[in-house]
């Protein structure tokens, strides 16, 4: 019966420290990969076991061996240096590359802002020539000296008794040539965009021809009163 106990007990011990043992190997192992993976991402550049990294992987953890001096206890260590490693830590290069990552979209950004004004510039541009904005500040004086040049020809004609017809013909054709003119800038839609600038400059100069014709029809009026 104690033979029966005593193998009971030192199976029991023997399967606590198998236990035990492993639950050491489980957090050793634990420890070794925490420090390879905080020495991959942000550091500090350390790993575990020293030797083994040394002998193994050397160019990878950047392992160099030292003498450090403490008395008695002195002796060769390992230590690790990044800049002798391959790999070099991860944050750092992943932050350099979002960096970078962020710098060609703010680039990209200020590109399509530059397209999107110049596409918007055209597009005004592109308004302004097929629409007359400037046409309704002139049509009240065309349609008033207009009505001057008819009347004041009508009347040349009526009072010459047709005597005037050489004179009043001219001005007719220099009026309705005029009128042509106004109305071809007046034109809008595709086949005849303009700028509104241009189209406005067109409109002075022909206001001040419609006014020297008008100054003409004037003095042919005075001509019928007085010798007709």
Partial sequence: MDS??????????????V?????????TRDKQKEK??????????????EWYYYFTHKKYSGAKQRWRWRAF?????????ESRSNVKRIIPVRTAAL???????????TERLKV?????????????RS?????????????????EITDGLAYCMTKSKGKLSYQVNELLKENEILCEGIAYIHKQGVGYELENAKRQKAYL????????????????????????
């Fill in 4 to 17: 029966i106990m005593k193998k009971i007990i030192t199976l029991c011990t023997f399967c606590v420290l």
């Fill in 19 to 27: 236990c035990l043992n492993a639950d050491a190997q489980h957090i």
């Fill in 36 to 49: 390879q993976w905080r020495s991959m991402e942000a550091g500090p550049w350390d790993f575990e076991p």
């Fill in 73 to 81: 206890k002195s002796g060769w260590v390992v230590s690790f240096d």
């Fill in 99 to 109: 960096l970078a990552q962020k710098e060609k979209v703010s680039k990209v950004e």
């Fill in 116 to 128: 999107k004004e110049l596409y918007d510039e055209d597009l005004y541009k592109q308004a302004d």
């Fill in 131 to 147: 629409t007359d904005l400037v046409y309704t500040s002139f049509k009240g004086d065309f349609n008033r000296m207009q009505d």
């Fill in 205 to 228: 100069e022909f206001k001040a021809k419609m006014k020297k014709i008008l100054v003409r029809t004037a003095n042919l009026v005075a001509v019928a009163q007085t010798h007709f």
